[in-house]
Nanobody, 114 residues
Framework: QVHLVESGGGSVQPGSSLKLSCAAS??????MAWYRQTPGKLREFVAR????????DYADFAKGRFTISRDNAKNMVYLRMDSLKPEDTGVYFC?????????WGQGTQVTVSS
């Protein structure tokens, strides 16, 4: 069983930055990623990093503003978010794949408002 704990969310003004963290129990994750659920929308992909080749992929809205990174020694995955917009408001979820099993964190709230 894998447990994921996100942190780093909060309430910020437009244009601000936040760095989300996700601590994962266990290791050997094939993929670590972030998703989000914004008000009135289904959960959507934000960013992911593949373990096999270090490839990083981003949703269009995240390109140029968000950066995913990992610390494999600590089993951590991060999401640095810059130039935050009100439409980035939502709950951000950590997502990992280990031995073809998918695990989700409980989410951390991000609110962007003036």
């Amino acid at each position: 069983q894998v447990h994921l704990v996100e942190s780093g969310g909060g309430s910020v003004q437009p244009g601000s930055s936040l760095k989300l963290s996700c601590a994962a129990s266990g290791d050997n994750f094939e993929r670590m990623a972030w998703y989000r659920q914004t008000p009135g929308k289904l959960r959507e992909f934000v960013a992911r990093e593949l373990t096999s080749n270090g490839r990083k992929d981003y949703a269009d809205f995240a390109k140029g503003r968000f950066t995913i990174s990992r610390d494999n020694a600590k089993n951590m995955v991060y999401l640095r978010m810059d130039s935050l917009k009100p439409e980035d408001t939502g709950v951000y979820f950590c997502y990992v794949v280990r031995l073809d099993q998918v695990y989700w964190g409980q989410g951390t709230q991000v609110t962007v408002s003036s």
